[in-house]
């Protein structure tokens, strides 16, 4: 029902900027959060930052707080990461997640994942 597409990784040199998106497209009774998750070579998939629509909180893990920026536009139907002072660390797979209601029920609840996009930090 929700298609996500991921765009914006690449190669950036440490301290460098990216700024990753995501577009969703499809349809759905109620979108309630979107966010990005990462994984590096070798680990686990790890949440990133999250935002819910209702609201606008944010949440952001720990290793990325201060440098990281996410934002949801509604009318569009994107979810942005803004990533500033990269580190070799933050290199991984990066992808794009969104969680709704097909409808009323509680028990309608979905999550939806992109195809994810790679993001390289090296000098």
């Known amino acids: 029902q929700v298609h996500l597409v991921e765009s914006g990784g690449g190669l950036v040199q440490p301290g460098g900027s990216l700024r990753l998106s995501c577009a969703a497209s499809?349809?759905?009774?109620?979108?309630?959060?979107m966010g990005w998750y990462r994984q590096a070579p070798g680990q686990e998939r790890e949440l990133v930052a999250t935002?819910?629509?209702?609201?606008?909180?944010?949440n952001y893990a720990e290793a990325v707080k201060g440098r990281f920026t996410i934002f949801v536009n509604k009318a569009e139907n994107t979810v942005t990461l803004q990533m500033n002072s990269l580190k070799p660390e933050d290199t991984a797979v990066y992808y794009c997640?969104?969680?709704?209601?097909?409808?009323?029920?509680?028990?309608?609840?979905?999550?939806?994942w992109g195809e994810g996009t790679l993001v390289s930090v090296s000098s």
């Open positions: 935002m819910t629509i209702t609201g606008g909180g944010r």
């Open positions: 997640h969104a969680v709704g209601y097909r409808s009323q029920l509680p028990s309608s609840r979905v999550d939806f």
């Open positions: 499809g349809s759905i009774f109620r979108m309630i959060a």
